[in-house]
């Protein structure tokens, strides 16, 4: 019986292992991770409490704060720094977020106030260690990107010319879009942490959306040029980007994706081809000016599937 139950394991542990080294399910995945990230990263937009804050320009000079190691930025905890910047009266800015490569001795931030010298970085140094958590590899704990570069890097292997699978890059874009329509309703930008008593003590940057756009995008739309599959699966990510869009600076920087990937259109490229890509241009325009039935209506579902 024993040798049955454990043959059954195995059985069950190896099928396991199929299902999930398909490249279906590691997109799943990815998706899902980078889903649960944003939800515990990002606020919501009408979240009051956490407004984003804005490039302090007044603030020049400064102590610089070094790395004491190598690594991938992983984790950022605001919470000590913000304690250790009250008890001596600072002000910190960081300038590495989570996903960002650091080499022992290169800046980290700066520290402001009468009580910034030298002495005061080094005695930091444990605060810091403590609060920025540097690893060998890069995670998706705080790092949204991460997964994106992920499934940007799936879709680039997937239309390499040794795998040729256009297929798997346009599913790839499609769970790309599903984590962009989700950060365009959240907080990004540079963040600002005050102390018990409202006083800010600490600045803590973030990506931007323009960033995420040009992860996801930008390594697709260049490889795939030749494609029509794939660019017409970039431009769908931007019309359902186009429809989730919650200001004009969100609608700007999907505009200027779809120019890019126009741009990128090759010349060598049936003129037919030619035509489908530019039509699903056309309807991240409509998105963007509020046309959204225009913008999804075709003859056979032809802008939806691939």
């Known amino acids: 019986m024993l040798g049955i139950v454990s043959a059954g394991a195995l059985l069950g542990f190896v099928g396991h292992v199929v299902r999930v ?16 990230t944003i939800g515990q ?23 610089v704060l070094t790395a004491s190691r190598s690594g991938f930025v992983s984790v950022v905890r605001p919470g ?14 960081l300038d590495v977020r989570p996903g960002d490569h650091v080499v022992s001795g290169a800046p980290l931030g700066v520290l402001w106030g009468e009580g910034a010298s030298e002495d005061t970085a080094r005695e930091l140094d444990a605060v810091l260690a403590e609060a920025v958590e540097v690893g060998v590899e890069r995670t998706s704990e705080q790092d949204v990107a991460f997964g994106l570069r992920q499934l940007s890097d799936i879709a680039v292997k997937a239309i390499s010319p040794g795998i040729n699978d256009p297929v798997t890059a346009a599913t790839s874009m499609a769970h790309s879009a599903d984590v962009l329509v989700r950060l365009a309703g959240r907080r990004l930008g540079m963040q600002e942490h005050r102390d018990a008593d409202g006083a800010l003590r600490l600045l803590t940057p973030d990506r931007d959306y323009r960033y995420y756009l040009d992860l996801a995008c ?89």
């Open 21 to 36: 080294l398909r490249v279906d399910m590691m997109m799943v995945a990815v998706q899902a991770e980078a889903v649960s």
């Open 41 to 63: 990263t990002y606020p919501p937009r009408d979240d009051t409490e956490r407004a984003p804050a804005a490039e302090d320009e007044e603030r020049t000079g400064g102590v």
């Open 80 to 93: 000590p720094l913000v304690d250790a910047a009250r008890e001596r009266g600072l002000v910190m800015r």
């Open 218 to 306: 930008g390594p697709v739309r260049r490889y795939g040029r030749h494609e029509p599959l794939v660019l017409s699966a970039v431009l769908r990510l931007l019309r359902d980007c186009a429809v989730a869009a919650q200001d004009e600076e969100q609608r700007r920087e999907i505009a200027r994706q779809r120019d890019l990937v126009l741009e990128e259109l090759a010349a060598d490229m049936l003129a037919y081809d030619q035509e489908r890509v530019r039509d699903l241009a056309h309807r991240v325009t409509d998105a963007l000016d509020g046309r959204v039935t225009e913008a999804y209506r075709d003859r056979a579902g032809e802008t939806r599937s691939f």
